[in-house]
């Protein structure tokens, strides 16, 4: 487990090259677990990634395709069935392996 905020300063990286950055986190409608975030690109697009493709590593949250970046067009589906982390009332949330949110 490790704080929600560290992960959210990890570069997003395929090989070592940097492709963004997350800016939000999307969690389930219904349980506190992290579907993916919402990662603003260098070519100054908002894209989601997959919690479940992700691999968040020490310095970085790694991809093993640049295809498992979803579109901007396509974020909005993701928006629009789940909840953002700042709606949760988290004080300072901490991430598990599995993706689920525990309070400090």
Do not use: K
């Amino acid at each position: 487990m490790r704080p929600l905020s560290d992960v959210l300063a990890l570069p997003v990286r395929l090989n070592g090259i940097q492709l963004g950055r997350p800016t939000d986190v999307l969690v389930d409608a219904t349980v506190d677990r992290v579907l993916g975030f919402e990662v603003m690109c260098g070519d100054e697009t908002e894209r989601f990634l997959p919690f479940a493709v992700a691999r968040i590593g020490p310095d970085e949250i790694a991809l093993e395709s640049a295809l498992t970046l979803i579109d901007e067009g396509d974020l909005d589906f993701y928006r629009r069935r789940s909840r953002r982390l700042s709606e949760l009332g988290y004080a300072d949330p901490w991430l598990d392996d599995g993706g689920a949110l525990r309070a400090a």
